[in-house]
């Protein structure tokens, strides 16, 4: 078995420059596209940030991958993003195909057992969203939310209101 603790000198300065001119190339590139990029992750911001992570590893660490490289790769990976979240904004079919919709696990104190099965939630983990935000009582809950960032939300019920914010969440309201 071959250890290697140390390539040299000239493979850390490598790795030194090479990674303060990629991550100011993403900073840059990030900066240029918006605070969309990174705000609050859903799944597929996730697997962006992942990747942009992966592709920043690559180009510092290997060889075989020059800066020009890896900035293309990042470049590509935010204008896609860019493009992802433009046309979800404008479109509510790509905004379902990528970040799918918000899903109601309990209305008016009553559990919905098949929304719970989908999501793969169990009662407890809506009861700890539900005394997290400072409730100890269901019947105080209007409804409880999975949101599309996989956060729970609990709507506390109040009085009649001309302005729901459960539109748009599927569930029985």
Do not use: C
């Amino acid at each position: 078995m071959d250890l290697v603790f140390f390539n040299g000198w000239g493979s850390l300065l490598r790795v030194l420059i090479i990674g303060l001119l990629a991550y100011a190339t993403l900073v840059l590139f990030l900066r240029l596209s918006g605070n969309r990029t990174l705000s609050k992750m859903n799944a597929f911001d996730l697997i962006v940030t992942v990747a942009l992570g992966s592709t920043l590893a690559t180009v510092l660490l290997s060889k075989d991958v020059a800066l020009a490289d890896g900035a293309v790769a990042l470049a590509l990976l935010i204008s896609l993003q860019f493009v992802i979240t433009w046309t979800s904004v404008r479109f509510r079919w790509v905004r379902r195909l990528v970040t799918g919709e918000p899903l109601m696990l309990l209305y008016q104190g009553e559990f919905l057992s098949t929304p719970l099965q989908q999501a793969r939630v169990t009662q407890d983990e809506v009861l700890a969203a539900i005394r997290s935000s400072g409730l100890n009582d269901v019947t105080a809950v209007e409804a409880v939310v999975l949101e599309t960032d996989g956060s729970l939300s609990v709507v506390k019920r109040q009085a009649e209101s001309r302005h729901s914010s459960l539109e748009g969440v599927r569930g029985p309201h």
